[in-house]
């Protein structure tokens, strides 16, 4: 819940710059800049973000994959168990 919150809070602040974005006139060239270090640091926290989501989906797709390849190979060992146990009756 916290991780909604804080990227709920992230995107108000960009709809907040991009308010701001469209008041802007051409002239204004302090408010330019202030605005373009805000939308870079922004960018920068979406950037952190990003890459810690595609981390955790890797590492979840890992283990995801491991669970699969064993119990392929657990089921595989039961067959290979039963089939010995029929063969020698």
């Given amino acids: ?5 804080d990227d709920d809070a992230l995107m ?3 709809d907040r710059l991009i308010a701001v974005a469209r008041r802007i006139e051409g002239g204004d ?3 330019i800049l202030a ?3 805000d939308l870079n640091t922004l960018r920068a926290v979406l950037h ?3 890459d810690a989501l595609a981390q955790k989906l890797n590492i979840a797709s890992a283990r995801s994959k491991a669970a699969t ?3 392929r190979i657990a089921s595989l060992g039961r067959h290979a168990v039963a089939t010995t146990h029929s063969i020698t009756e």
């Fill in 1 to 5: 819940m916290v991780v909604e919150t």
């Fill in 12 to 14: 108000r602040q960009l």
């Fill in 35 to 37: 605005l373009q270090g």
């Fill in 48 to 50: 952190q973000r990003r």
């Fill in 69 to 71: 390849t064993y119990s």
């Fill in 29 to 31: 060239r302090r408010m």
